[in-house]
């Protein structure tokens, strides 16, 4: 059952302080129709280069921003014609974790406060009930009730991070969405919090969209990844199979770009995919595909035509001229 799902979401950022420019009044999509959905249980990962759009994709699905055009579905219901009491609800069944939690804190604030502050927007709870909710989803990341009266300060990197995971707990979601969860901890807290994040999941149900730039994450916990380039979902498929089985060249590139340990094998030196990124379609160039112009394998109709997000294999979709006969069943794929 698809828990969310969007429909040709897409949000336009009007531009501020251009004047001089002829494009003033152009706007720029950071989330250009976008069709994406999260299944009852599944964990979606989400990944692109910084400013590709994901943050904003999650915040149009949490429902924190507004879509500029789109629809957005959950369960199979259309959002967008629910009242007030309903979509405050629903909110509280999706919860996000954001990506710095240090910042993320008010400093005065207890960690019993900061967990429990989400229930304050929810209903009429004793004070009793509320400590029991925040121990409660204390004990589920593994901190103790002696964490409750600590402050941030005092708190390790990891620590904060499971406070945070906490906090997003207490309204007992059906959908976590993680922002970059990994962003400020080093490997073994990565791999520590990723357990736990996997160990949520099979007590409590959850389903997770798990924004990332950590690709081996990826193909470790996410049952499919979706990635993202300039506001479009350009591939979907599993997250097992991206390094084996990826299509789009844009993917292939996040790939090559993973820093590893040898420098001499890093093809990339600033973890980024070679290029210039292409302009976007507000700047009235690009009618063909986005990637275009940084594409290794780009053809004549790359710069014309909108390759559309398609099925290539059994779960798995890109949006690329060089697979248009893969659909047909003709195997011979230019290698890229
Ligand atoms: N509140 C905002 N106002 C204007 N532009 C924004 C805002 N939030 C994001 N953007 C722009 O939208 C694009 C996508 O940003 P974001 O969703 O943060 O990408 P990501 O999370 O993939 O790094 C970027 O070009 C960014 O500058
Ligand atoms: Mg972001």
Redesign the pocket.
Known sequence: MRLIESQGLTKI?KREGRWFSSSANEA?P?VDRVSLHVEKGETLGLV??????????ARLLLGLEKATEGRLLFRGEDMTRWGFRRLRNIRGRMQMVFQNSYSSFDPLFTVEKIVGEPLSNYGNITARERRRIVLESLDMVGLGAAYAGRYPHELSGGQLQRVNIARALVLQPELLVCDEPFSSLDFKLRRQILTLLEELKRRLGLSYLF?THDLSAVSRFCDRVAV?YR?QIVETLPGARIAEETLHPYTRSLLDAVPVQDPRLRRSKTGRPPGEPALLRGDNIIRGCRFCSRCPAAMPVCYTVEPALERKRPSHQAACHLYAHEAEGKPNLPNC
């Not at 280069?49 to 943050?55: D, H, Y």
């Open positions: 950022y720029m950071a692109g280069e910084s400013g590709s759009g994901k943050s904003t994709l924004i993202m506001g």
